[in-house]
């Protein structure tokens, strides 16, 4: 077969974009973005290993995922507990034969930041007020726990050859500052988006491809769902070029581009989806 004529299928989006068959697992998958990362994917024939730490909503996630042409089944593991997640890992491999894809997804919110939505100060985000205790709960979850996440999975993906793809949630915040939103949390994210550029870095020579997708504020239960609350998103939806948030199916077109062959030369980057946030504001 010529080069022209491999060529020439690949250009169809039905092969750029095919993740059938693949095994996926989606850390944080119960809710929000993590739950559209394993919708996108067993909607389009991926075999989806959803793990979250709530038992209850993730029964919920995992039977609103049945009928799809993929398949999914539910694991209650936390990404503070790294045996947790290695047995998650194991499952899937058991049941697939191999890990292909990985979304490191799950996070936490450390609440708001320094500034209230109606741009009065709000002490209790101010720097000398933010509580070391909830910025060791908030590192142990977003930055110690995707680190656990990609160490149990790495090890399957080096074993079985033929790469694999990391997708880490990360935030538009590694790349802005922000008022609205903990300095904690923007802290613990930061240092993520080294770690996705470090792992890309060292597991290229593995075929193993490592990006973020770095969301604006997106309407999800994050934070207790202030985000949902009309008043508490108003600010947010002012600032942003696009006038609203995200939903978590603005975000599914990026999954799916870095779980499939149309990204495969792509690795330790960051796809920002995020209604123009990081332009400034407009009007
Ligand atoms: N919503 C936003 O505005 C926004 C913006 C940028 C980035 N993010 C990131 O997106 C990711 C997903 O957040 P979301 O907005 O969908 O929130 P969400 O609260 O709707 O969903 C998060 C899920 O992660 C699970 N989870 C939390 N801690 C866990 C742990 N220790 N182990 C396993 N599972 C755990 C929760 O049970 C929940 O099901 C996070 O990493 C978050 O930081 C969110």
Redesign the pocket.
């Known amino acids: 077969m010529s080069g022209e004529t491999l060529l020439a299928a690949n250009v169809f989006a039905a092969n750029l974009f095919d993740v059938r068959g693949l095994s996926v697992l989606v850390?944080?998958?119960?809710?929000?973005?993590?739950?559209?990362h394993a919708e996108v994917m067993c909607a389009n024939g991926a075999h989806v290993t959803l793990?979250?730490?709530?038992p209850g909503?993730?029964d919920v996630a995992v039977a609103r995922l049945q009928g799809h042409a993929g398949s999914a089944v539910g694991v209650v593991?936390?990404?503070?507990d790294p045996a947790t997640l290695e047995a998650a890992v194991a499952g899937a491999v058991e049941r697939r034969g191999r890990l292909d894809v990985l979304f490191a997804?799950?996070?936490?919110?450390a609440g708001p930041g320094f500034l209230k939505g109606d741009g009065s100060r709000n002490e209790a985000g101010a720097l000398e007020n933010l509580s070391l205790a909830t910025f060791d709960r908030v590192l142990?979850?977003?930055l110690r726990?995707a680190l656990a996440t990609l160490q149990a999975a790495v090890p399957a993906m080096k074993r079985q050859g033929g790469g694999g793809r990391i997708i880490v949630?990360?935030?538009?915040?590694l790349l802005r500052t922000e008022t609205l939103v903990s300095t904690l949390?923007v802290a613990s994210?930061a240092a993520l988006g080294q770690l996705v550029r470090q792992a890309a870095l060292e597991l290229a020579r593995y075929g193993i491809l490592v990006n973020g997708i770095?969301?604006?504020?997106?309407?999800?239960?994050?934070?207790g769902?202030r985000?949902q609350d009309p008043v508490a998103r108003a600010p947010f939806e002012h600032a942003i070029p696009m006038h609203r948030?995200?939903s978590?199916a603005d975000l599914q077109g990026a999954a799916l581009f870095l779980a499939s062959p149309a990204s495969a030369y792509i690795t330790g980057t960051q796809i920002v989806v995020d209604g123009g946030s990081c332009l400034g504001s407009a009007d």
């Open positions: 850390t944080g998958a119960a809710s929000g973005i993590g739950f559209g793990v979250d730490s709530e909503s993730l593991a936390d990404v503070t997804n799950a996070g936490i919110s142990a979850v977003n726990g949630t990360t935030t538009v915040s949390y994210k770095a969301p604006g504020p997106t309407i999800t239960q994050i934070g769902g985000l948030l995200a978590v």
